[in-house]
C-alpha cells in the first residue's frame, strides 16, 4: 500500500515519538555514565589496581582515567 496523502497527525505523532524516544535514549545514556564514572572512582579509592578495573568493568584504561578525572 502507497500512501499518497499527508496525514498531520501522524507527522504530529511521529515528531512526539521521536522527541520523546531521543530524550528518554540520552538520559539513559547519562545516568550509565554517571553510574560508571562512580564505580571507577570507588574502585581507584579502593586502591584497586586499573588493570584490574578494565578487567571487570570492560572498559578500556583510557575511559577509566577519563571517568575519574570528572
Known amino acids: 500500500m ?4 499527508y ?33 571507577v572512582r570507588k574502585m581507584l ?3 584497586i589496581p586499573i588493570k584490574t578495573i578494565v578487567e571487570i568493568s570492560g572498559l578500556s584504561e583510557e575511559k577509566i582515567l577519563q571517568l575519574a578525572e570528572n
Not at 502507497?2 to 496523502?5: F, V
Not at 520523546?20 to 562512580?38: A, I, L
Open 2 to 5: 502507497i500512501i499518497t496523502e
Open 7 to 39: 496525514n498531520e497527525q501522524w507527522d504530529k505523532e511521529a515528531e512526539y515519538k521521536y522527541g520523546f524516544d531521543n530524550g528518554y535514549n540520552n538520559g539513559f545514556g547519562k545516568g550509565v555514565e554517571k553510574k560508571e564514572s562512580e564505580l
Open 45 to 47: 579509592s579502593s586502591n
